[in-house]
């Protein structure tokens, strides 16, 4: 499988891991005081089904990135996973309801694809 297909499908499925697991957050309780309590609290919380979707979803990335590692240079590769940027941010807005994004925000999106096209293009 061509190089750039195998980093869009990690970083694709990295993207929505973060969203399952962000989702999945949002609807656990509080996680329980420092120490023990908040250990305990976050066990319970991986083990939800959203959060444990993303986890899974990170590891199936995680699958995909060994192939590009196997075929690639890192120093090619390992930017263009910046992209996780662009599309979280897609994303949040278009699945959390992440409204309130500021301009500077945007602007950095912008600047951080430019970079990856500069390196997909190298």
Do not use: N
């Amino acid at each position: 499988m061509h190089t750039l297909l195998l980093v869009l499908i990690a970083v694709v499925l990295a993207s929505f891991g973060q969203i399952a697991m962000k989702y999945g957050m949002g609807l656990v309780g509080p996680l329980g005081a420092p120490g023990l309590g908040l250990v305990l609290g976050l066990i319970r919380a991986i083990f939800t089904p959203w959060v444990f979707v993303g986890f899974a979803l990170y590891l199936v990335s995680s699958l995909f990135w060994l192939m590009v590692l196997k075929q690639a240079r890192l120093s090619y590769v390992y930017p263009l996973i910046a992209s996780t940027y662009v599309i979280v941010l897609f994303l949040s807005w278009l699945m959390l309801g992440e409204r309130d994004i500021p301009p500077v925000r945007y602007l950095g999106v912008v600047l951080i694809c430019v970079g990856v096209f500069f390196v997909a293009r190298s």
